[in-house]
Nanobody, 115 residues
Framework: QVQLVESGGGLVQAGGSLRLSCAAS????????MGWYRRAPGNQRELVAR???????NYADSVKGRFTISRDNAKNTVYLQMNSLKSEDTAVYYC?????????WGQGTQVTVSS
């Protein structure tokens, strides 16, 4: 059974930081690259950060240098440290595999950045 549970979002002022967590079921987490996606109002869901099973990372240009993705394979958890947040980072954030291996999505966690 696929399980993705995101947490850690909230309301923060521009320039602030948040740390998101995603607990994933072992069946989907192990040996797969994981990523953080986000969907802003009126926009399509986009991939912002990716980490493979050995820890190599990639970032969208819009978050490079501000966001850091990491994973704890023992806990089946992936994290997103977000610093220097901007109003355009406001979105619902989701985690999932990269590429997508399932049509299932968790509930996401809302991040709102006030300017």
């Amino acid at each position: 059974q696929v399980q993705l549970v995101e947490s850690g979002g909230g309301l923060v002022q521009a320039g602030g930081s948040l740390r998101l967590s995603c607990a994933a079921s072992g069946s989907i987490f192990r040996a797969n690259a994981m990523g953080w996606y986000r969907r802003a109002p009126g926009n399509q869901r986009e991939l912002v950060a990716r980490i493979n099973s050995s820890g190599s990372t990639n970032y969208a240009d819009s978050v490079k240098g501000r966001f850091t993705i990491s994973r704890d394979n023992a806990k089946n958890t992936v994290y997103l440290q977000m610093n220097s947040l901007k109003s355009e980072d406001t979105a619902v954030y989701y985690c999932n595999t990269v590429p997508l291996l399932t049509s299932y999505w968790g509930q996401g966690t809302q991040v709102t950045v006030s300017s």
